[in-house]
């Protein structure tokens, strides 16, 4: 199917929920919404497939909303699906525009032209990025910490995943590492560093591009999304998560 797309408006790519002076944390949730501007044609996809973990992250942006409320910091959050563009991958990436996602194939997404291409990332991508730029150079004098936060499906290609929270790292592995030594007893997740994914699979391009080249400790939360199904799980995950994140920040670097 042709999705070149010159004649039509994506819409906006990003909502921003900014802070008071003075925030230490800025949350992200860049995979928080499954919309596909109409003049996509659904990317050639069922209904099944556009509500599914491979269109967006499942409960990830209750928890992000929820999240930065108790942080007292600024949110940013994607607002179309990651078919249509992945925010957390970079233009030269063949995941950014995946023909392919899981056992799904996306027709829309495939043989695009060059200038179709493009297109996507001068209308989603770059504004995004752009926003994120805003609020991080916003908030320089005081913001300390980057949380990025992704849910994962519990069954990928068939196999189980036990895993419930994984915490993720790009170069920086600080943030991570000190949340992991420092999970709270009254927690009994299953919490592992970088899985279900890792840097290798290409995950940490938000985690790098803005924490690390602004000077800012980052860390990925992947929640395995059948635990965050509900507006309840949601808020109950962000108001565990919150202290957790605090107390990290405070107690490791001071």
Not at 11 to 33: D, K, L, N, R, Y
Not at 62 to 70: C, M, N, P, S, Y
Not at 194 to 200: D, K, W
Request: aromatic content about 6%.
């Amino acid at each position: 199917m042709n999705t070149d797309s010159s004649a039509f408006d994506f819409g906006p790519s990003f909502s921003t929920t900014s802070s008071a002076a003075g925030a230490e944390v800025i949350v992200v949730c860049e995979h928080a919404a499954n919309w596909i501007p109409p003049g996509l044609a659904d990317l050639g996809l069922e209904v099944s497939a556009r509500n599914s973990h491979i269109a967006w992250d499942p409960g990830a942006l209750g928890v992000a909303r929820k999240l930065a409320e108790l942080l007292q910091g600024p949110l940013v959050e994607g607002r179309i699906s990651r078919l249509v563009y992945d925010l957390n991958r970079p233009p030269e990436s063949p995941t950014a525009i995946p023909a392919a996602s899981e056992i799904f194939d996306v027709p829309g997404n495939q043989n695009l032209s060059d200038a179709a291409r493009a297109q996507r990332v001068q209308a989603v991508y770059e504004p995004f990025c752009a926003a994120l730029a805003d609020e991080i150079n916003r908030g320089k004098d005081a913001l300390r910490l980057m949380v990025t936060v992704h849910s994962f499906t519990p069954i990928y290609k068939g196999e189980s995943r036990a895993v419930e929270l994984g915490l993720l790292h790009g170069r920086d592995d600080r943030f991570a590492e000190a949340m992991m030594v420092r999970q709270p007893e009254t927690l009994p997740w299953n919490v592992r560093l970088n899985e279900p994914y890792s840097a290798a699979d290409g995950v940490a391009h938000t985690l790098d591009l803005h924490g690390c080249d602004n000077g800012l400790l980052n860390v990925m939360l992947e929640i395995r999304n059948d635990l965050i199904a509900t507006a309840e799980q949601q808020a109950d995950w962000a108001e565990q998560l919150a202290p957790w994140i605090r107390s990290t920040l405070k107690e490791a670097f001071a």
